[in-house]
């Protein structure tokens, strides 16, 4: 096997050829960086901190959307593709440099930025937020931790003879406890079957204090997170520390699927993803728990 090589003939064409004869889009990438953090002040010193599934915010500093809030991100330099931009978006937001990074969507509606036709390449990145610093980029002053909740408000079914719909409406809200800063929006999920096939759109319904289409892009991000460690457990354990209990993995589980789970079902499921070491977990008033790590050969 070898690399194509270009005939004279197409280097001709090429060296004729006038790109700016087509419209062109600028690029770039938003990035959804979850994480599981204590979510409150903590009532029992007895028992493990409360936690909560957490999304990482910008506040903007200048227009479009001045003083509201977004996804970090930013504009794709000449030099870069879409996972350089992303990469570097992320160490600038929060200085985590070995952080899951998976292309999660790509957004490009008509109107969907009142700048112009910009397309957003959407990363999914789960991060140990314990560990990492936010900190405002060039476009934001302020960056913070939101809690995020995503609820059913409605849900309606439409069967025909060849095809069928479902409508589901969702209310998300992110919150951050300290400020006192709640930001909410209703984002409209339709998805039609048609000849075996499925088409799925999404329609913001009502946003408050979110930026562009971003109610709509952390929805679809997070149905994609859920979907994904359905599918793949060993996802889950980027959000966790080199170390944890056995509780607290399952505790990142339920709050990534929003979910109970059966503990001795879980325990059988993540025993080959897991190994124990000798340290134990103390103090803070809570009983010793032994702590565990990523079984290495499992993740290879």
């Known amino acids: 096997m070898s690399l194509y090589v270009m005939s004279e003939e197409e280097r001709a064409y090429l060296a004729g050829y006038d ?6 889009p600028s690029l770039a990438t938003d990035i959804a960086i979850f994480s599981i953090m204590e979510d409150g002040e903590r009532e029992n010193y007895k028992k493990l901190p409360k936690k909560a ?16 809030w977004a996804l970090p991100g930013g504009f794709c330099r000449p ?15 929060t200085h985590v440099k070995a952080a899951y990074l998976q292309l999660a969507g790509t957004f490009g509606e008509v109107g969907r930025d009142p700048r112009g036709w910009i397309i957003s390449n959407t990363f999914l990145s789960l991060v140990d937020g314990e560990t990492c610093k936010p900190r405002g980029g060039s476009d934001a002053w302020e960056a913070k931790w939101f809690s995020v909740e995503l609820t059913v408000k409605e849900e ?21 406890e300290e400020s006192g800063v709640v930001l909410k929006a209703v984002i409209k999920e339709q998805k039609r079957f048609v000849n075996y096939h499925e088409k799925v759109s999404y329609e913001i319904v009502d946003s408050e204090g979110l930026a562009f289409d971003h109610g709509k892009i952390i929805l679809q991000t997070l149905l994609f997170l859920r979907k994904s460690v359905k599918n793949d457990w060993k996802l889950a354990f980027d959000l966790m520390p080199e170390f944890f209990t056995l509780t607290q993995l399952q505790n990142t589980f339920e709050l990534v699927l929003d979910e109970k789970l059966l503990t001795p079902n879980f325990r059988r499921k993540v025993d080959e993803l897991v190994v124990e070491t000798e340290q134990i977990l103390e103090g803070n008033g809570h009983r010793p728990a032994k702590l565990f790590k990523r079984k290495v050969e499992a993740f290879a």
């Open 53 to 68: 599934l957490k999304l990482l915010l910008i506040k903007r500093a200048t227009y479009p959307f001045k003083d509201l």
């Open 156 to 176: 309606k079914r439409k069967l025909q003879e060849e095809a069928a719909e479902l409508v589901t409406e969702y209310n998300l809200t992110l919150s951050h």
């Open 79 to 93: 030099d870069e593709d879409v996972q350089e931009t992303a990469l570097r978006e992320l160490y600038e937001e």
């Open 19 to 24: 790109i700016a004869r087509f419209e062109r």
